[in-house]
């Protein structure tokens, strides 16, 4: 599995928003500006046919309509998936009601879109992944974690969160976890910091953990004090596990 961290930054931060690359093909967050940053990447967007979206946060979601845009123009016919929280769909729907009137279902017919809509806890299989998504703790409702499973590795991806037992059941269950660490001390009832990672780090040792969703004091602090198998990506960071 080919983890590659395309942006790694909170709303405030230089770096690109929370976003990852699975294997080139499955992205996970569609942040604004992502689409186009892949663009200057040199990343063919045809190539995406799984998409993850973890909560309906703009930092999160707002490319959609651009990443379904870029797939109208290449008059794509082969399937794409998008996986989010239950009304995904409808949220997708009204961010183009509000940016391109009358454009959704013009889209929706030509280009094959199949809406996969989970519920905490709730499995999905397909061909090439195993996905569980887990209920977070975010400003907003729903908030999902996944472990996405590829082959025989798995990766878990905390989405936004504090730090509640559903992190903790990522980290045990995956091969990789990207996590939330948004500020540099402990976190808040949205997000985690760099001490509960550090926490997360000395009850796991031995599992590689990556931060994401970094303010700036955060990721400096987290390169500064060194911890073991806690990666603070840089601003292209891949990884093979
Ligand atoms: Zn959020």
Same mark, same amino acid.
């Given at each position: 599995?080919? =983890?590659?961290? $395309?942006?790694?930054?909170?709303?405030?931060?230089?770096?690109?928003?929370?976003?990852?690359?699975?294997?080139?093909?499955?992205?996970?967050?569609?942040?604004?500006? $992502? $689409?186009?940053?892949?663009?200057?990447?040199?990343?063919?967007?045809?190539?995406?046919?799984?998409?993850?979206?973890?909560?309906?946060?703009?930092? +999160? *979601?707002?490319?959609?309509?651009?990443?379904? %845009?870029?797939?109208? %123009?290449?008059?794509?016919?082969?399937? =794409?998936?998008?996986?989010?929280? $239950?009304?995904?769909?409808?949220?997708?729907?009204?961010? *183009?009601?509000?940016? %391109?009137?009358?454009? *959704?279902?013009?889209?929706?017919?030509?280009?094959?879109?199949?809406?996969?809509?989970?519920?905490?806890?709730?499995?999905?299989? #397909?061909?090439?992944?195993? =996905?569980?998504?887990?209920?977070?703790?975010?400003?907003?409702?729903?908030?999902?974690?996944?472990?996405?499973? =590829?082959? #025989?590795?798995?990766?878990?991806?905390?989405?936004?969160?504090?730090?509640?037992?559903?992190?903790?059941?990522?980290?045990?269950?995956? #091969?990789?976890?990207?996590?939330?660490?948004?500020?540099?001390?402990?976190?808040?009832? #949205?997000?985690?910091? *760099? %001490?509960?990672?550090?926490?997360?780090?000395?009850?796991?040792?031995?599992?590689?953990?990556?931060?994401?969703?970094? !303010?700036?004091?955060?990721?400096? !602090?987290?390169?500064?004090? +060194?911890?073991?198998?806690?990666?603070?990506?840089?601003?292209?960071?891949?990884?093979?596990?």
């Amino acid at each position: 599995m080919k =983890v590659s961290m $395309i942006g790694s930054g909170a709303i405030d931060a230089d770096e690109m928003n929370a976003a990852t690359l699975i294997d080139g093909h499955i992205l996970i967050e569609v942040p604004n500006g $992502i $689409i186009k940053y892949l663009r200057q990447l040199n990343h063919d967007i045809s190539q995406i046919d799984t998409v993850f979206i973890t909560h309906f946060h703009g930092d +999160h *979601f707002f490319d959609v309509p651009f990443y379904l %845009f870029t797939l109208y %123009f290449q008059k794509r016919k082969r399937k =794409v998936k998008i996986i989010g929280p $239950i009304g995904l769909k409808e949220k997708v729907k009204a961010l *183009f009601e509000l940016g %391109f009137p009358d454009q *959704f279902e013009k889209i929706m017919k030509a280009v094959p879109v199949e809406w996969v809509e989970l519920a905490p806890d709730q499995k999905y299989q #397909d061909k090439t992944i195993q =996905v569980e998504a887990k209920e977070m703790a975010h400003s907003i409702s729903p908030a999902l974690g996944y472990l996405i499973t =590829v082959g #025989d590795k798995t990766l878990g991806y905390s989405g936004d969160t504090s730090l509640v037992p559903n992190v903790l059941y990522l980290v045990e269950h995956s #091969d990789v976890t990207i996590l939330d660490m948004s500020l540099k001390r402990t976190g808040n009832k #949205d997000h985690m910091g *760099f %001490f509960d990672v550090r926490k997360i780090k000395e009850e796991y040792p031995e599992k590689l953990v990556i931060a994401t969703h970094m !303010r700036t004091e955060a990721r400096n !602090r987290a390169t500064i004090e +060194h911890v073991r198998n806690l990666y603070i990506p840089s601003k292209m960071f891949e990884i093979l596990i």
